[in-house]
């Protein structure tokens, strides 16, 4: 079995070091990191968000090394301008300054063009649309191939998404859900299932999307899983940005091992299963509500069954890819711990109900995020 590499894009909230609240810093944090980091820190669409990138890898250690590398620097240089890095999908409590979009062309032009889903009537920026998100990459793939395999991966991304909610808490209330980053950031063109196209059915419809306005450009396409249009690989991107390195390096293992499985099918041109996008959407929702700790719906046959064993069905099914690179009992140990405290939504939970306070939640983050 060919092995793949992976890569993980994970995106953080900068916070106030005193008030815990997402501040608009940045650029200078950027600025600092970048001298080491280079192009491996980069800008999101807020002041208040950082983003770091691995390079591909085909080793699991050696991507949980690289991750704790990153963040190592980016922490660091955060410390230096008085906040912290947050990995989790919302930030937990308001901004106490009005969020600035990235001085860049394109986010300005995004801005404007998406202003409802950026700004309130009053022109200052909404709270709800910050949102941080953890990318896997898979490849090497052509465009073409990476259609194929989403369409074989898509019934398992709920799956994954259950297994990696960490944003019960939104603006210092509770949601009530596992990841509110999943709702939040539905609000924007094209986020969800991949359609059932093939690369020339793919370029037509990502170019019409352009034309019609409905997106800026094919960097805008939000599919849960979609061909970069900058490496060669399949994106996925259903996870909230989680602070246990650990978990970050399971999903990503996971991801790769689901794909290496899947991927010979792809090549022998097996039809993917059929699955009805009502059905898709369904499964992505109970995900987001409950996460691991509730119910979801089997990727084969609809019915709802426990996320839990459905994270065991995912598993084994991946069992040849991850065997394959000899990561197999080092997800299951770290599933059995997930298993345990109920991932990230409920380690923040557990935190509240301990403290008392959402401050308190924020520093437990922002420690979790900087032991990686």
């Known amino acids: 079995m060919k092995i793949l590499t992976m890569g993980v894009e994970e995106e953080f909230v900068l916070v106030d070091r005193l008030t815990r609240a997402p501040v608009n810093r940045a650029p200078e944090v950027i600025r600092r990191a970048g001298r080491e980091l280079g ?51 919302t930030p937990v409590l308001p901004p106490e300054e009005p969020l600035t979009v990235t001085d860049s062309d394109r986010y300005r032009l995004m801005a404007r063009h998406f202003a409802p889903l950026v700004t309130r009537a009053d022109g200052v920026a909404r709270d709800d649309g910050l949102v941080c998100g953890c990318h896997v990459h898979v490849g090497t793939l052509d465009r073409g191939r990476a259609l194929a395999l989403a369409q074989h991966m898509r019934p398992w991304l709920p799956v994954l998404q259950a297994l990696a909610g960490n944003s019960p808490f ?53 599919w849960h899983a979609r061909p970069s249009e900058h490496v060669p690989t399949l994106e996925i991107r259903v996870a909230d940005a989680n602070a246990e390195l650990d978990t970050v390096v399971l999903l990503a293992i996971l991801v790769r091992g689901l794909a290496a499985t899947l991927l010979p099918r792809v090549d022998a041109a097996e039809p993917a299963p059929r699955v009805p996008r009502a059905h898709l959407l369904r499964a992505h929702r109970l995900a987001a509500a409950q996460g691991i700790t509730g119910f979801g719906l089997d990727p084969v046959d609809g019915r709802k069954r426990p996320a839990a064993v459905l994270l065991d069905d995912l598993i084994a099914l991946a069992r040849p890819g991850l065997d394959a690179t000899g990561d197999t009992e080092w997800a299951r140990e770290q599933w059995r711990r997930i298993r345990e405290d109920g991932g990230g939504a409920a380690r923040q939970r557990a935190v509240l109900h301990r403290s008392g306070r959402f401050s308190a939640v924020v520093d437990a983050l922002a420690a979790a995020t900087m032991r990686g």
């Open 170 to 222: 939104a603006g210092r209330r509770d949601t009530g859900y596992q990841s509110w980053r999943a709702v939040e950031h539905a609000r924007w063109p094209t986020v969800g299932p991949t359609p059932d196209l093939d690369e020339a059915e793919y370029l037509a419809h990502v170019a019409r999307l352009v034309g019609d306005g409905t997106l800026l450009d094919n960097r805008m396409v939000y």
């Open 39 to 89: 192009e491996q820190v980069q800008a999101e669409f807020f002041n208040a968000q950082v983003e770091i990138c691995t390079r591909a890898t085909a080793h699991r250690r050696d991507l949980g090394d690289e991750l704790s590398r990153l963040r190592t620097v980016v922490g660091a240089a955060a410390r230096d301008v008085r906040c912290l890095t947050v990995a989790c999908g």
